[in-house]
């Protein structure tokens, strides 16, 4: 079974940094693409962030780029996100998901997902 937690949200000022964790387990994480998706109150769920199964290429959107870093540790089954100079417009609900093999950072492109973890800025 499939399984992804996450970690390491909560309330941050803004200009202030966040690292979130993605634990994994039930399946063999090196072949998957994981990523970061975040939903904000009345807002559609939307694709932060992703990184691929085999040569480990990110995705980023434009709204967090040059802010936020993807980053996995295939021994660790972890995926990180690394968020930096953070903005009241980040905050959100932040989901890890993943699926076998190479994905676009698309949410229906993905089968498994976490619960999340509340990440709020502070301005």
């Known amino acids: 079974e499939v399984q992804l937690v996450e970690s390491g949200g909560g309330l941050v000022q803004a200009g202030g940094s966040l690292r979130l964790s993605c634990a994994a387990s039930?399946?063999?994480?090196?072949?998957?693409?994981i990523g970061w998706f975040r939903q904000a109150p009345g807002k559609e769920r939307e694709g932060v962030s992703c990184?691929?199964?085999?040569?480990?290429?990110?995705y980023y959107a434009d709204s967090v780029k040059g802010r936020f870093t993807i980053s996995r540790d295939n021994a660790k089954n972890t995926v990180y996100l690394q968020m930096n100079s953070l903005k009241p417009e980040d905050t959100a609900v932040y989901y890890c998901?993943?699926?076998?093999?190479?994905?676009?950072?698309?949410?229906?492109?993905?089968?498994?997902w976490g619960q999340g973890t509340q990440v709020t800025v502070s301005s």
């Open positions: 998901a993943a699926d076998h093999g190479e994905r676009l950072c698309v949410e229906a492109f993905f089968g498994s």
């Open positions: 990184i691929t199964s085999s040569d480990g290429s990110v």
């Open positions: 039930g399946f063999t994480f090196a072949d998957y693409t």
